[in-house]
């Protein structure tokens, strides 16, 4: 501990915090624009737009929509974009198999927006989930997701999204040994410029459950995620994962969710010094929404002191389905 100096009465703390001048002088931390990417989903067919129930402003976007919100996103300063695809239940495999189509949809969204705004940059979720008939990040047998045969597959589906132009490959399935995996598939291929963000501090969280409505594989999902997913008791563990994808050459890393782990953040900002995102997940978001929608906080300024947390715990950048909002609330 510090030893602060100075003592009350020559030393009044709240003398800063008089003027609103002198407390953005001393302002220890900022949010900008810049620090916010913008998760969003993406559903086939034109000039289409499906609002999500549990996730209020929020709606899964046809290909067209997602290039103008993306056009729009750019303009408020909002550096990236990360894209999800919510999957005609038709394609859905136990192998998820439509997750390396090349010409799926998330790789057709993906080479639409960089067309049209190469700038901006593109995120990537590496997942089974969106693809696959049993919801999990990978390939579900005898009651648990197999691991090894998992990241071959994982692979593939990297490869496709870097083949359409994707900037940033997200895996977020929390496979042992997949990021190292990808960067050797990327670096085979040619892809060694494109970047890895590992989720890798992921944590098995009730705070999915909109998100999994938003991609369509909350009735899909068979039990739960715990056998690959951070048990949400422990920390030290945080630490191993982390240094293990940083050595397999994960370029950024992610915790998730983020208000209920800030301590992580610290953790990790402090042991590794490495860029560290936080993902405020879609139960984040949808409960300050309904907090707000039945009058019980101010929804803005809860948001942006939210968000403002994640600075101030370390993060470098945030995952939140409010960025756009929010930008529009900093200009
Ligand atoms: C897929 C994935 C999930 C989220 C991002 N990627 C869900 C899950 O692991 O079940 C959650 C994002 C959110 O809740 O906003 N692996």
Not at 54 to 71: E, N, Q, T, Y
Not at 255 to 263: A, F, Q, R
Not at 274 to 286: D, F, I, K, R
Request: proline letters at 5%; one cysteine or more.
């Amino acid at each position: 501990m510090a030893s602060f100096p100075g003592s009350f009465p020559s030393t009044r703390l709240r003398r800063l915090r008089k003027h609103p001048w002198s407390r953005k002088l001393v302002a220890e931390h900022v949010l900008t624009p810049a620090d916010l990417i913008w998760p969003v989903f993406v559903i086939e067919g034109k000039d289409k737009q499906e609002p999500i129930a549990s996730m209020p402003g929020v709606s899964r976007l046809s290909i067209d929509l997602l290039v103008k919100a993306a056009g729009e996103a750019k303009k408020l300063g909002i550096p990236a974009i990360a894209v999800f695809p919510k999957i005609d239940a038709k394609l859905k495999t136990p192998d998820g198999r439509e997750a390396w189509n090349a010409d799926n949809l998330i790789c057709r969204a993906v080479a639409a927006v960089k067309k049209k705004h190469p700038d901006l940059g593109v995120i990537c979720d590496v997942a089974l989930d969106p693809f696959n008939s049993d919801g999990h990040d990978g390939i579900w047998q005898d009651g648990d997701v197999m691991n090894d045969a998992s990241v071959e597959l994982l692979c593939r589906q990297a490869l496709v999204q870097a083949e359409a132009g994707c900037d940033v490959i997200a895996p977020s399935d929390m496979m042992d040994g997949r990021v190292g995996a990808i960067r050797g598939a990327l670096d085979a291929a040619g892809f060694e410029q494109v970047q890895i963000l590992s989720y890798a501090a992921k944590y098995a969280s009730a705070f999915y459950g909109p998100f999994r409505d938003a991609v369509g594989s909350k009735n899909a999902l068979k039990g739960d995620k715990k056998t690959y997913q951070m048990d949400p008791a422990n920390s030290n563990e945080a630490l191993r994962e982390v240094a293990l994808d940083l050595a397999e050459g994960a370029d950024m890393v992610m915790v998730k969710p983020g208000l209920p782990y800030l301590d992580i953040i610290r953790r990790i900002k402090d042991e590794f010094q490495m860029p560290t995102l936080a993902y405020q997940v879609s139960g984040e978001y949808a409960m300050l929404k309904a907090a707000d929608k039945n009058g019980w906080l101010d929804g803005d300024r809860a948001m942006a002191e939210t968000l403002l947390s994640f600075k101030r715990a370390g993060s470098d950048a945030i995952l939140t389905y409010a960025a756009v909002d929010m930008a529009k609330r900093l200009k």
